[in-house]
């Protein structure tokens, strides 16, 4: 069946410019996940939805970033007034449900700043 | 902090050879290990996920884990240029960051021909 989708696949923002990121699960899956890649480094997570409840979101840099999941499945992840570090691939992954099953990620979002 | 540390790279091993991937983590809560590939450019794919102490094979993929050791490695057998890539080592908690992934910085495969 279809995977993860995220659009768009590249976003290029100028700096202090609002930014909003989509992320289409695979169908029936409870559980999504973003996560931040910056070049070089392994996948840093940033919040975690059960359903439309956002379980955890310790992972958020600032309070610039804000993500939203409101029907249990799509979700965007909204960046405020970007800033040159907030450049990276940021990725969504879903799982079936979070405690005993694979992540699988989508193809991500290469955002840069500049 | 719950790390995850993966043995530096560059790795470079000639066709047909095995590569010998290594992990290790720190937290011992840890109860789910998995690991990913990762093609320049892509984003990472799933190639093997592993729970209990022991080998588990799948195709030219061998993982093992060792809880007490706190220990995950990845074996590639008989490596094809295909294999060339970034692989990426992750642990998942069974405490109270259940779900979220914790991952190394990847270690770089490279298979010549």
């Known amino acids: 069946g279809a995977g993860v989708s995220q659009s768009p696949r590249y976003k290029v923002a100028k700096r202090g410019q609002d930014v909003a990121l989509r992320c289409d699960p695979i169908s029936g899956h409870v559980s999504l996940f973003w996560y931040q890649q910056a070049l070089g480094q392994g996948p840093e997570f940033l919040t975690y939805?059960?359903?439309?409840?956002?379980?955890?979101k310790s992972g958020l840099p600032s309070d610039r970033f804000f993500a939203e999941r409101p029907e249990g499945s799509v979700s965007t992840l909204k960046i405020q007034r970007t800033q040159q570090e907030d450049s990276a691939v940021y990725l969504c992954?879903?799982?079936?449900?979070?405690?005993?099953?694979?992540?699988?990620f989508g193809p991500g979002t290469r955002l840069t700043v500049t | 902090q719950k790390e995850v540390e993966q043995n530096s790279g560059p790795l470079s091993v000639p066709e047909g050879a095995i590569a010998s991937l290594n992990c290790t983590y720190s937290d011992r809560v840890s109860q789910s290990f998995f690991w990913y590939r990762q093609y320049s450019g892509k984003s990472p794919e799933l190639i093997m996920s592993?729970?209990?102490?022991g080998d588990k094979e799948d195709g030219r993929f061998t993982a093992q884990l060792n809880k007490a050791s706190q220990y995950v490695s990845l074996l590639i057998r008989d490596s094809q240029p295909s294999d060339s890539a970034t692989y990426l080592c992750?642990?998942?908690?069974?405490?109270?960051?259940?779900?979220?992934?914790?991952f190394g910085r990847g270690t770089q495969l490279t298979v010549w021909p």
């Open positions: 939805f059960q359903n439309e409840a956002q379980l955890d």
């Open positions: 592993i729970y209990s102490n």
């Open positions: 992954a879903s799982s079936f449900a979070a405690s005993s099953y694979e992540q699988y």
């Open positions: 992750a642990s998942r908690s069974g405490g109270s960051t259940l779900g979220r992934l914790y």
